[in-house]
């Protein structure tokens, strides 16, 4: 049996995940982490290329590509993992999210392209890394309208204090005009009381 007292905490625990997947902090952590991604990508590809036209293949080299395509599946990883973590926030609303649901595609095939086909695919693996460039100027523009709705939401803050503020005044400006009526009222009796 469900207890109506867990559902809140469910409930809630849901919506602190999104709220951390979807803040500022992590979006930029996300941008940072596509744009390390795609240096190590253009480096790993461009030694590739480099080791080609030399016919040769250095231990050094070896090495360097090693570690690029590692620092790229752990990078994928991440990505992948905030997927997940989006996905059971969401739950059934992350289907209905296609800029989510596209991310989530991404990842999971450059980090199975990454993983399992190395340098098997490069053409396909060019294509995704060029999509995650496009990922990346994307975030970026998510993220300014994001600073743009914190704005917003933060003048109509402003805005609904200042009616409120106002809404004191207009009270206290008809509390004085009372005490000044009844002020006037006194003087009137007075001034009535001593000509006669």
Avoid at 6 to 33: G, Y
Avoid at 61 to 80: N, R, S, T, V
Wanted: glycine share 4%; hydrophobic share 45%.
């Amino acid at each position: 049996m469900n207890n109506p007292s867990q559902q809140p905490t469910k409930q809630q625990w849901r919506t602190n995940l999104i709220k951390f997947l979807e803040s500022i902090q992590l979006r930029i952590f996300t941008i940072m982490l596509l744009i390390i991604d795609l240096v190590f990508t253009s480096l790993e590809l461009s030694s590739s290329l480099i080791s080609c036209s030399r016919n040769r293949n250095t231990k050094n080299q070896e090495m360097k590509e090693i570690w690029y395509h590692w620092a790229g599946i752990g990078i994928l990883g991440l990505l992948f993992l905030k997927s997940i973590g989006l996905v059971i926030g969401l739950g059934s609303a992350f289907f209905r999210r296609p800029g989510y649901l596209l991310d989530s595609i991404v990842v999971m095939v450059a980090l199975f392209l990454e993983a399992y086909l190395e340098k098997k695919e490069g053409g396909l693996l060019v294509v995704v890394s060029l999509w995650r460039v496009v990922r990346v100027v994307e975030s970026a523009f998510e993220l300014s309208d994001e600073a743009i709705e914190a704005q917003i939401e933060d003048i109509v803050c402003q805005f609904d204090e200042l009616k409120e503020e106002n809404r004191r005044l207009m009270d206290s400006v008809v509390e004085k005009n009372r005490e000044i009526e009844i002020l006037q009222e006194e003087l009137d009796h007075y001034k009535k009381s001593t000509n006669y």
